[in-house]
């Protein structure tokens, strides 16, 4: 993921022919996208800008200063110099070490790959790298992975686990591996939740996961959104996810299970989720996969030692009506049965008929009447 944005930047660069000693200093490029250039005519369609001048994105635009790429996402509206990115309003992301973005009376100055928001909620994120905030009389440095948000006069001194969506252009190209590693996520939880349901468990349950102690299991599910009084946590598939990914993370880097497990409890506490936890803890899809089956497999033995209990044999189906069952049959008569007898004669009908029963007598008048053809339909000699 590190630089992706220079990778891709310099593939489109290679493709047209454009290289950073063509171009005069000063002199902002269009990589890719649609930019326009506000002049005294108004708004027009730029493929190059000077510095100083204001651009803004008409789509998603990359644009390569002097070494750095810059990243407007559409309808970013920017003052561009040779060291600043003044954001008017909109999104962007630099992808560099030289350039500084200035959002009303905040600073940012990183190196590696950061995002600046004007939004609703302004805020700074880190996707790779290091960066400081500044303000008149106050700076806070974050680190990757991490945001900050801008909505208060003050910094708060408090900074949030970065937060990201599945449909954002700059998240899918940077955030890929969480965003995969979120899907894998959900798809052992729906799993998990049909196995084990969503009720408290107690710690033994989850012990019999992992053949961990039982000290060892109160710091492991640390995770979990709920808890009780007797110390039962889940639902069990949020529990036993945290309890997979900690102990995924201490087999794959040799580490202390619970010092993991107190590591994922404090990113799961501040709002992370799953995926921003395994990209910033180094976790991999496949490690985490075979660290799930394992601990399920291992359930599986530990519920296969139990006795188990007698088997009960299903009911009989209720039989269909006409039928004919002998409780004793024997072997197949070598003489011809007698012929059926005649089928008596149908009863005189009721002058009142119950309104109620009468349908009912009906109905077991007409099975009588196919009895006696159904044995015959048996009969071998027939």
């Known amino acids: 993921m590190r630089r992706a ?37 108004g708004w027009v369609l730029v493929s190059h800008a000077a510095d100083g001048d204001r651009v803004r994105a008409v789509t998603d635009s990359r644009l390569q200063v002097d ?30 070490d030289a350039l500084q973005v200035r959002i009303d009376d905040a600073v940012v100055d990183g190196i590696g790959t950061f995002r600046v928001d004007a939004g609703a909620t302004p805020r700074v994120a880190i996707y790779a790298g290091t960066a400081e905030v500044r303000r008149p009389g106050e700076g806070y440095r974050l680190q990757p992975y991490r945001q900050l948000s801008l909505t208060s006069r003050r910094f708060d001194g408090l900074d949030d686990p970065l937060a990201y969506a599945v449909d954002d252009p700059v998240d899918q190209r940077l955030l890929s591996k969480a965003i995969n590693f979120d899907g894998e996520v959900a798809r052992y939880s729906t799993r998990l939740a049909e196995l ?19 000290d060892e299991v109160d710091v492991l599910l640390q995770a979990a959104p709920n808890r009780n009084a007797d110390g039962a946590v889940g639902p ?22 619970a010092s993991m497990a107190e590591r994922v409890a404090t990113l799961r506490a501040e709002g992370a989720r799953w995926g ?15 660290t799930v089956d394992q601990a399920v497999a291992a359930r599986e033995v530990v519920e296969a030692s139990v006795p188990a209990p007698a088997p009960v044999s299903p009911a009989a189906p209720a039989p269909t009506v006409p039928t004919v069952t002998d409780p004793d049959p024997g072997p197949a008569p070598t003489t011809p049965p007698a012929p059926p007898p005649p089928a008596p004669p149908p009863p005189p009908p009721e002058p009142d008929p119950d309104p109620v029963l009468g349908p009912v007598g009906t109905l077991i008048d007409e099975v009588l009447d196919i009895v006696p053809a159904a044995i015959g339909l048996l009969d071998p000699a027939g």
């Open 5 to 41: 944005l220079i990778v891709v930047a310099a593939l489109a660069l290679l493709a047209s022919g454009c290289t950073s000693s063509s171009r005069s200093a000063g002199d902002i490029s269009l990589v890719e996208g649609q930019l326009e250039r506000l002049d005294d005519d």
């Open 67 to 96: 070494g750095d790429q810059v990243f407007l996402l559409e309808d970013a509206e920017a003052v561009i110099t040779e060291q600043e990115v003044e954001l008017v309003h909109g999104d962007v992301v630099v992808d560099g």
């Open 196 to 214: 084990y349901g969503t009720g408290l468990q107690p710690a033994a349950f989850y012990a019999s996961f992992a053949e961990v102690q039982a």
């Open 236 to 257: 069990p598939a949020d529990a036993l996810i945290g309890l997979f990914v900690s102990r995924a993370l201490a087999q794959g880097q040799s580490g202390d299970l």
């Open 276 to 290: 921003l936890i395994a990209m910033a803890l180094d976790l991999g899809q496949v490690t985490f996969g075979a």
